[in-house]
């Protein structure tokens, strides 16, 4: 069933209090924020304080761990 894992996947673009500990629980290094997101909800002001890996202008890659 992955409607459970959809909604924590969504849960850590979102940048709220349980983002940070799914992205350790899934142990997650790097995240690729899209500039065009579609649907998907991203808190880019959650992902600053991250290093930003690579960037252009479509994509930007933050290093979690």
């Given amino acids: 069933n992955y409607s459970k894992r959809e ?3 969504d849960q850590m ?3 709220n ?3 940070l500990n799914l992205l350790k629980q899934y142990n997650v290094n790097y995240v690729v924020l899209e500039k ?3 649907d998907q909800i991203i808190n880019k002001d959650f992902f600053n304080q991250f ?3 690579y960037q252009n202008n479509n994509y ?3 290093k979690i761990k």
């Fill in 7 to 9: 909604q924590e996947i």
């Fill in 13 to 15: 673009f979102q940048g």
């Fill in 17 to 19: 209090t349980l983002s």
């Fill in 36 to 38: 065009n997101s579609g």
């Fill in 51 to 53: 290093p930003t890996t």
């Fill in 60 to 62: 930007r890659v933050v």
